[in-house]
Structure formats: structure tokens, C-alpha cells
């Protein structure tokens, strides 16, 4: 059964800090690792990572996929309120391009 | 381009009625999937379509049913609603090739 696990599953920090959301996956036939963040409402896509070792960057947001460790991070620098929101994590099956997902990661950023 | 549409945004329903979740996308995407979000469990696949006329079924399908007979539409039918399908759902799309999946904005669905 795939399985992806997201760790912390909460986190509070202030505003400026730097964060690093973890990400471990077991998934069947692995394409890709895609990173989501949600809001209240429908998930919004984030980063796919498909190659080991290749950091994708998106202003203070980055993140890198270790396929020999099955394992991505997602760094939030320098951050805002705004970036308070559930983080998802999901890996992408190649066979039937589904995606499992991990229980997320809530991010508090407090002024 | 609308993206995902998903309608009722919000539904009612009492214990054994049957309705449909609307699900329809305007970019021609092959792959589309049906999601339920329940506090701490996340997003589970329910059903999911890889092209017009097939489908398999995700992680928990019971109590659902669903067909794709157009490349825009893939609606989800409750077919006798019970109390533990209230639930948040999430209809989302992919194309081929590379690129994550879009969602809708889902349907929160209360069954009393």
C-alpha cells in the first residue's frame, strides 16, 4: 500500500522565521513528488519534482526531492502570515497517474 | 479558461437519498480523479479515470460509482448517502506528460 508521511503534522512560528516541512514516501511505481498548499479551500499546486537532487525555487519558497532516501523538504523563508495555511505532500504514481497524499502539515505564522 | 468546475458547491442530504457530483474541466486533460478530505485523514482517492470511458477504483470507493463517457466530464454518484460520507470533495485534473493536478473548489456534502 503507498504511503506518504508528513512530519511536523502542526508548527508555529513567527513571522521572519524560516521553516523546513518534511515529506518521506512509499509509493508504487514513483513518477513524481508534487507539493500543494491549502487555504481553507481547494488544494493549489505548489512543485512537482521529478529528478534527485534538483532544487525548484518559487520566490521564498523552495524545495528538493532525495529519491535514494524517499524524502522531499519544503523551505519557507523570511515568512508571513500569508504562508499560514495546510501544506500537502503527495506522491505521483507513473502507471496510473494517481496521487496519494500525506495528512499535511498546518502551518501557524504569527505576527 | 474555467479550469475545474464542480457543482453543488454545498449539499444536504438525508440518509439514503442518492445524488450526483458534478465534475466538468475545459482543458482537455486525460487524467481526472475524485478526492474526500475528512479531518486527519487527509486526501483519499476515491475513483479516478485515466481517459474517456475508463475508470478504476481509488482507496475508498464503496458507496460511490462513477463514469466517464467525455473527456470533460467525470461525475460521482452517491448512490444510498450515509451518515460517514460527509465529507469535503474534490474533483481534480491532469494532462499527460508533466504537471500536477488541478483541483476544483469542491463540494462539502453533509449527510444527516
Known amino acids: 500500500e503507498d504511503k506518504v508521511v508528513q512530519s511536523p503534522l502542526s508548527l508555529v512560528v513567527h513571522e521572519g522565521d524560516t521553516v523546513t516541512l518534511n515529506c518521506s514516501y512509499e509509493v508504487t511505481n514513483f513518477r513524481s513528488l508534487l507539493w500543494y498548499k491549502q487555504e481553507k479551500k481547494a488544494p493549489t499546486f505548489l512543485f512537482m519534482l521529478?529528478?534527485?537532487?534538483i532544487e525548484k525555487k518559487s520566490g521564498r519558497l523552495s524545495s528538493i526531492l532525495d529519491k535514494k532516501e524517499l524524502f522531499s523538504i519544503l523551505n519557507i523563508t523570511a515568512t508571513q502570515t500569508g504562508d499560514s495555511a495546510v501544506y500537502l505532500c503527495?506522491?505521483?504514481?507513473?502507471?496510473?497517474?494517481?496521487?496519494?497524499f500525506g495528512k499535511g502539515t498546518m502551518l501557524l505564522v504569527s505576527p | 479558461n474555467a479550469g475545474v468546475t464542480q457543482t453543488p458547491k454545498f449539499q444536504v442530504l438525508k440518509t439514503g437519498q442518492s445524488m450526483t457530483l458534478q465534475c466538468a474541466q475545459d482543458?482537455?486533460?486525460?487524467?481526472m480523479s475524485w478526492y474526500r478530505q475528512d479531518p486527519g485523514m487527509g486526501l483519499r482517492l476515491i475513483h479516478y479515470s485515466v481517459g474517456a470511458g475508463i475508470t478504476d477504483q481509488g482507496e475508498v470507493p464503496n458507496g460511490y460509482n462513477v463514469s466517464r463517457s467525455t473527456t470533460e466530464d467525470f461525475p460521482l454518484r452517491l448512490l444510498s448517502a450515509a451518515p460517514s460520507q460527509t465529507s469535503v470533495y474534490f474533483c481534480?485534473?491532469?494532462?499527460?506528460?508533466?504537471?500536477?493536478?488541478?483541483f476544483g473548489s469542491g463540494t462539502r456534502l453533509t449527510v444527516v
Open positions: 482543458m482537455n486533460h486525460e487524467y
Open positions: 481534480a485534473s491532469r494532462a499527460t506528460g508533466e504537471g500536477g493536478y488541478t
Open positions: 503527495a506522491g505521483l504514481n507513473s502507471g496510473y497517474s494517481t496521487l496519494t
Open positions: 521529478t529528478s534527485s537532487g
